[in-house]
């Protein structure tokens, strides 16, 4: 199936601020100004540490060079993993990731952590964003931005000047 212009068509193409955050947190967290929106409800919950871990881990993937995956596994470590983390996140098996990890760095070395705060997120904080004030007034103000009120006001005019 196309669209007017031939392209195929697809819910998720048209989606987008509020409605496609709606849909996962996947779509939420691939959205800056839906990372931005979820930070500042996570803030409010004191559990923002949760997705600046699961961010810090996927920048930790793109990295290259292993002088470079060492300094980044250090900073993700002593911020977030280490018993003296100023952002300590709360994951099983926290204490068996110990500091000689950090000395032979790979891309998926915090995987497993990064997908239990994922699922964190997904199963407790992200059901409670969605029906945050943070959530609906974004969601308000996309909505009026997209039907302005003068629009309406016209629109109704017209349809009592012609069914009159």
């Keep these: 199936i196309n669209d007017s212009e031939g392209h195929p068509s697809s819910s998720h193409q048209t ?19 839906g990372v931005k929106r979820f ?43 280490s018993s003296k983390a100023s952002s300590q996140v709360n994951v099983e ?19 497993k952590l990064q997908d239990q705060i994922f699922n964190l997120m997904k199963y407790d904080s992200y ?11 974004h969601k308000k103000c996309e909505e009026q931005e997209e039907n302005p009120p003068e629009a309406q006001t016209a629109a109704k005019r017209a349809s009592r000047i012609y069914n009159t």
């Design 15 to 33: 989606l987008k601020g509020t409605s496609k955050w709606a849909t996962s947190l996947e779509s939420l967290l691939e959205d800056p100004e």
């Design 39 to 81: 930070r500042e409800f996570l803030k409010k919950e004191f559990s923002e540490e949760n997705v600046l871990f699961w961010l810090a881990c996927e920048e930790f993937k793109k990295t290259e060079g292993k002088k470079q995956m060492q300094e980044k596994a250090k900073e993700i470590y002593t911020t977030f993993l």
């Design 93 to 111: 098996g926290q204490s068996r990731l110990s500091e000689t990890i950090l000395d032979t760095p790979h891309p998926l070395m915090f995987q």
């Design 127 to 137: 059901s409670r964003f969605l029906k945050s004030d943070i959530f609906l007034n």
